[in-house]
């Protein structure tokens, strides 16, 4: 009897504070919501986790992309199902990218340069651009092109 009594004791006394733990699930808008990939082509962009401020001055977010392709367009990319992988997503210059993926993205507000289409939390495989362009005068412009993968306003939502 008073060996039960101090199973259910300990268990209560274990279990009570689980209780109290609340999961707060992440906004999906602390980036932006679509970079870019094309035409004919779009990628859904929510973010994982919360803005990390990094050492060297970068701000790095983890993201989920899904990757989506308009069927009527003449070059856009089958989607097909991998079965050695389980997943769905495409080819590209014969490379598999799934349809659904994790990835980071980062911004470096002070120099104006931001980084994504990584799978590393530690920026090595990133593509970095800058989100000025220069014309033939040396005047410098934000790059709000859509053809650059909309580049400054993916570096925008991560340093307002």
Request: net charge positive.
């Amino acid at each position: 009897m008073f060996k039960s009594f101090l199973h259910i004791g300990i268990g209560m006394i274990l279990i009570l504070p689980l209780q109290s733990v609340k999961t707060e699930e992440v906004p999906p808008d602390l980036v932006y919501h679509s970079p870019g990939c094309g035409t004919g082509c779009t990628i859904k962009q929510i973010s994982k986790t919360y803005p990390e401020k990094l050492d060297n001055g970068w701000i790095r977010v983890k993201v989920e992309r899904t990757w989506s392709f308009n069927t009527s367009y003449p070059y856009s990319k089958p989607i097909k199902y991998n079965i050695e992988k389980g997943e769905e997503g495409f080819y590209f210059r014969d490379t598999w990218i799934p349809k659904v993926s994790e990835g980071w993205v980062f911004a470096n507000c002070s120099e104006g340069l931001y980084g994504s289409d990584g799978s590393k939390k530690d920026m090595s495989d990133s593509r970095i651009r800058s989100i000025y362009y220069t014309d033939d005068s040396g005047n410098k412009y934000f790059n709000s092109s859509t053809a650059g993968g909309f580049t400054y306003m993916n570096w925008k939502k991560l340093c307002d």
